[in-house]
């Protein structure tokens, strides 16, 4: 296991569990948005690295960003 993976979790895991104790609708909205992003480019990057496939990312980003709009 990579150490940068260890220590992006043992930093992002507070600011997580802050972000869903402490924030309101909004803000867990756009955390959860983030996150998604975030997981959408491993995911994108893991096909490219492949060459198995060649997804549509900027429908994956367009998917992830109305993710903070779904309350509004």
């Known amino acids: ?3 940068k993976r260890v220590i992006s979790g043992l930093i992002g895991f507070p ?3 802050l972000v869903l104790i402490f924030g309101n609708q909004i803000i ?3 955390a959860f948005a983030v ?3 975030m997981s959408f480019h ?3 990057h893991a096909f ?3 060459n198995k496939a060649n ?3 900027w429908l994956g980003y367009l998917a992830c ?3 903070a709009f779904i309350h509004a």
């Open 55 to 57: 997804p549509l990312t």
């Open 1 to 3: 296991m990579s150490i």
């Open 15 to 17: 600011i997580v569990a």
């Open 42 to 44: 491993e995911y994108s």
């Open 48 to 50: 490219k690295v492949s």
């Open 28 to 30: 867990i909205d756009v």
């Open 35 to 37: 996150i998604a992003a």
């Open 65 to 67: 960003a109305t993710i």
